[in-house]
């Protein structure tokens, strides 16, 4: 009697980790398998994030899913209407208010599926990526390879010396680094 009154929860997923170490791939393989179960998908990227293209979400290894880009997290809540898996890339480069759309969205019974990196070029929490991993009920953390030892690399170094947070880039500006390896590249 008690689960009969209990609507289909939603849930939300994150995942986090560096550059390089297959977030986005993870992020459209989930979404794929939603749109192989009939299931109705929306997927969401920041406008500002247009390396590879304007409407799609598209991985380091050139795999891509069509997407909605928006300027603001909010404008999620709009475009969901039946909607009952919601993918978000970079979702580092949102708002705060991301935390609360994503929190909506799962209370109405949706499963919202998030990647974006943990931390910044300085190896500081990036954005509302720490409350949305608090907030998670699954949390799965993805390393890449270190381009230097080659263990499991969790940062982002930057090559650039621009100091503004946010500098799209690939191979060129980034590479990825273990611990040992990043702390040795800043000392």
């Known amino acids: ?14 995942i986090c980790g560096s550059m390089f170490s297959g977030k986005t791939e993870e992020l459209i393989r989930r979404m794929r398998r939603a749109v192989f179960a009939n299931q109705k998908v929306a997927i969401f990227k920041p406008c500002i994030d247009v390396r590879y ?33 919601v993918g978000v890339d970079e979702a580092q480069f949102f708002g705060e208010n ?35 991993m608090a907030i998670a009920e699954d949390v799965q953390k993805v390393h890449a390879i270190c381009v230097r030892c080659g263990s499991p690399a969790q940062h982002s170094h930057r090559l650039s010396k621009s100091a503004d947070l946010v500098v799209l880039g690939e191979k060129d500006i980034y590479e990825p680094l273990c611990r040992h390896c990043y702390t040795a590249s800043i000392a």
């Open 98 to 132: 991301i935390v609360e759309v994503v929190q909506t969205l799962a209370n109405k019974g949706v499963r919202v599926i998030i990647a974006g990196l943990d931390t910044d070029f300085l190896g500081k929490p990036f954005g509302p990526m720490p409350t949305l």
């Open 1 to 14: 009697m008690f689960l009969e009154n209990c609507k289909k929860a939603g849930s939300i997923e994150v």
């Open 53 to 85: 293209s304007e409407d799609k979400v598209v991985s380091h290894d050139a795999h891509s899913i069509a997407s909605f880009p928006i300027d603001d997290a909010s404008k999620m809540l709009a475009m969901c209407d039946g909607v009952e898996v």
